[in-house]
């Protein structure tokens, strides 16, 4: 019979919480920039009315909740893992800042926390404006602004989610020989997502 300690089992299920609510949040993350904001391009009016207030909130329930549930269960594994499982914390032997999967983990959370930040204080916020007014048909002058300001934020958190993804991968399997691989995997990851987000209005809608 399988024998797992408290810690083990916590921290079994801290990841997989991780990864499910991790999964749907980047899932509708890249849905938006590389699906949705070239349809939408292609609705009149009339028809925005009817489709986003359907569409929106439902695809926006998904996406803000599991940008939630990926921050916490985040910080959850951390705590325990380096507070409660052991006493390594921060600088201590096998710390968050003395070993590779620290600073891997470091600099993937710092990154997915902006992202988790610009979700719920900037995206969600906007959304939830652009939804109403489009509901109600109207379009007043500051409604261009948060559409942009929106769209902009959605767009740097796709630039961010390459390096971030990359990071926590790399946590367990890419042992760090110079601190200069940090810029270097923000750099080619920002390089994919522009071509990737570039190549996305060219999709064929053929089948």
């Known amino acids: 019979m399988l024998n797992l300690d408290l810690h083990t089992l916590v921290l079994f299920l801290a990841r997989w919480v991780h990864f499910i609510a991790g999964i749907t949040w980047i899932g509708m993350l890249y849905f938006f920039n590389f699906v949705n904001v070239h349809f939408a391009k292609l609705l009149d009016a009339e028809t925005k009315k009817k489709v986003v207030p359907e569409l929106m909130p439902r695809a926006l329930f998904w996406f803000r909740w599991g940008a939630m549930f990926t921050f916490l269960s985040g910080l959850l594994i951390i705590y325990w893992k380096l507070w409660v499982?052991?006493?390594a914390g921060l600088w201590g032997d096998g710390g968050l800042f003395t070993t590779s999967w620290g600073l891997w983990i470091t600099f993937g959370g710092l990154l997915g926390t902006i992202m988790w930040f610009n979700v719920w204080f900037i995206i969600w916020p906007a959304q939830r404006k652009i939804i109403g007014w489009v509901k109600a048909g109207q379009n007043p002058p500051e409604m261009a602004g948060i559409v942009k300001r929106a769209a902009n934020t959605s767009k740097l958190n796709t630039f961010l989610s390459i390096p971030m993804?990359?990071?926590?991968?790399?946590?367990s399997h890419f042992?760090?020989?110079?601190?200069?691989i940090f810029?270097?995997?923000?750099?080619?990851g920002f390089l994919i997502a522009h071509l990737t987000i570039k190549c996305s209005g060219k999709v064929s809608t053929k089948v």
């Open 175 to 180: 042992p760090i020989t110079s601190h200069w």
């Open 165 to 171: 993804l990359f990071g926590m991968g790399a946590a």
């Open 183 to 188: 810029l270097a995997v923000l750099l080619v």
């Open 85 to 87: 499982a052991t006493s």
